[in-house]
């Protein structure tokens, strides 16, 4: 990938220095180095003079920043002598330093004066994820699980001291899952920079004749998921699958791990439809033969580097792409339209999904494949104030996961340094309590167990001598209810605002269009300004894993058009909540900050 250079004017030019460890010329395309190549190139694309200090014994030679090597940069947590001259020579205006868990753990003071953001190039893993491997996987990839292992043993408490200690002002994601991991751990909430690569050829116009190809490209480690998805594509075949599996594998690992997955394959009732090929292809070799591949299989099970690469290049050629829900792994493949199995049960239905579907069209492919765009967004964090709002409000089905999403906003604001207030709004029924009593007496209002809860409904509708004083009497409580608990001086999160009562008032009295189209805007304009107000959306099938009560209410389907009408009606942002927690959190970040500043790293 080579982004075009541009001058940038003398006042305008900008210093940058990126320090990144084991930077040789043959480790560009892996991750972390990757991202350290792409984050120079950007820097360098938009003008501005970039120098890339590195240990490595043979550094990329044909680049357009300036790259030097010294014999070491850091020792037992402090920057080397030669490492602090340089930086201090080279006096930038802001340092980007590659590193790693033990390493943050570790550190002592930066010793020089440029603003440093430490760009975090190991993943969080749990122990759990990692145990899970079992224990002949675990020895005979001892080589690469070691690190990860010492990683997930570090105690929060050091992370935190060592960040602190270091004089940083930020840290850098390369994903959300890490980014949450270590927020909830003390570490401070950075942006995340998205890798940016070159995809894969995309598929011919025309299907090829034959059975479609199944690829699973990488070495043939357990971390990878190499033998999974030798299973999960012999239990797809078993059920109905057509096709072939073509595994490309990199033979640069210990002799008996390669032996172990061809006696695999051989032992493999779905022998004859595997073809195995072991060689390290150029990336005009690899292009080539992904040519006819239909869908890629990639089932990390505890991937050892930050967002492998070859999930975006894969996602990107616009084919299928079925995966783990691994750290990492799991929220690329969802935003670039792939197929991400919880477990591993769910790959041979993912993997025969993916055969028989084809994938959506990207909105926006070009935010996957510039540098200059992606290292930009890094330049702009200190102007990304967030807005000062008095209301930020979710409304949605019960089930939706509004709490859950609030709450999490609620702790990166407070990340942030902004304080602020939690209101849960539900049955406020301060005058209307002897109506309900009255109506719980004729049978209008009554509880049915449902989902395994009991599930309370008012039949109001059609009865005009209960409803419209109901009505009238829920408007009262929450104007009450209003200048009881939304007051004060902190930002307010509005868990089931006045439009969750707006919608609970429709189904119990039937005024859809009285509620919806006049009621609902007249009550929006007492909430504190300037505000916020989301809907929140998630799939049925997922409510009913959380709440089965709430898809067991008869009104669930009317709930959720009445909801859409809401937002039709107000022009409400709708938060997709099927993905990742991070990832709900983000839409809502990104619609909280202004929008002069949305051109982030991501």
């Not at 090597?69 to 402090?78: C, I, N, S, T």
Request: glycine share 8%.
């Amino acid at each position: 990938m080579k982004p075009r250079l541009k001058a940038a004017p003398i006042a305008e030019r900008r210093r940058f220095a990126v320090v990144c460890f084991g930077f040789e010329a043959d480790r560009v395309r892996r991750q972390p180095w990757h991202m350290a190549h792409g984050l120079a190139l950007g820097l360098v694309a938009e003008g501005h003079a970039v120098t890339l200090v590195t240990d490595a014994v043979a550094p990329p030679a044909a680049v357009p920043y300036r790259i030097e090597r010294l014999p070491g940069l850091m020792a037992r947590g402090r920057v080397t002598e030669e490492l602090a001259d340089l930086v201090g020579d080279l006096a930038p205006e802001r340092a980007f330093l590659v590193t790693g868990l033990r390493e943050i753990a570790a550190m002592h003071p930066l010793p020089w004066a440029a603003s440093t953001s430490l760009v975090l190039a190991s993943p969080r893993l749990r122990l759990r994820e990692i145990l899970s491997l079992g224990p002949r996987d675990l020895w005979g990839e001892r080589h690469v699980l070691l690190l990860p292992f010492l990683n997930a043993l570090l105690p929060a408490s050091r992370l935190r001291r060592g960040f602190e200690r270091s004089g940083a002002e930020g840290v850098v994601y390369v994903s959300r899952a890490t980014r949450r991991r270590l927020t909830a751990e003390g570490l401070p909430p950075g942006q995340v920079l998205t890798p940016q690569v070159e995809p894969f050829d995309p598929p011919a116009a025309e299907t090829p004749p034959g059975e479609p190809v199944v690829a699973y490209l990488g070495p043939p480690l357990a971390t990878r998921g190499a033998c999974l998805a030798v299973e999960a594509f012999e239990r797809a075949a078993a059920h109905g699958l057509r096709a072939r599996l073509l595994m490309l594998l990199r033979p640069d690992v210990p002799e008996g791990l390669m032996d172990r997955l061809l006696r695999r394959v051989e032992a493999s009732p779905a022998k004859g439809r595997i073809e195995v090929e072991t060689a390290m292809l150029d990336a005009a070799a690899l292009r080539a033969r992904l040519a006819g591949v239909r869908v890629f299989l990639f089932p990390f099970r505890a991937p050892v580097s930050e967002a492998p690469l070859v999930v975006l290049e894969a996602g990107l050629s616009g084919r299928p792409v079925v995966v783990l829900d691994a750290p990492g792994v799991g929220e690329y493949a969802r935003a670039l339209g792939g197929i991400v199995a919880r477990d591993a049960g769910e790959l041979p239905a993912a993997l025969l999904c993916a055969c028989h579907r084809p994938r959506p069209p990207l909105e926006d492919p070009g935010r996957w494949t510039s540098w200059p765009n992606a290292a930009a967004g890094l330049l702009h964090d200190a102007e990304r104030p967030l807005r000062p709002w008095r209301f930020i409000g979710l409304c949605g089905v019960d089930g939706s996961g509004k709490t859950t999403l609030l709450r999490a906003i609620e702790r990166r604001l407070a990340a942030e340094g902004v304080a602020s207030r939690h209101v849960w709004s539900r049955f406020r029924n301060y005058l209307s309590k002897p109506l309900l009593a009255l109506t719980r007496l004729t049978g209008h209002n009554r509880k049915e167990v449902a989902g395994g809860a009991r599930v309370g409904y008012h039949d109001f509708e059609g009865r005009p001598f209960i409803a419209w004083p109901f009505l009238a009497l829920q408007v009262v409580d929450n104007l009450i209810d209003l200048a009881l608990r939304y007051r004060g001086r902190r930002p307010i999160l509005g868990d089931r605002c006045v439009l969750d009562t707006v919608v609970d008032l429709a189904v119990d009295t039937g005024l859809d269009d009285l509620l919806i189209d006049r009621l609902a805007p007249r009550l929006v304009r007492l909430l504190p300004e300037p505000r916020l107000i989301c809907l929140v959306e998630r799939h049925p099938a997922r409510i009913g894993e959380a709440r089965p009560d709430a898809v067991a209410d008869r009104g669930f389907a009317r709930r959720q058009a009445l909801f859409r009408r809401l937002a039709d009606r107000l022009d409400l942002p709708v938060i997709d909540n099927n993905g990742l927690l991070e990832e709900s959190v983000e839409q809502v970040w990104r619609l909280a900050t202004p929008a002069v500043n949305r051109g982030e790293a991501e």
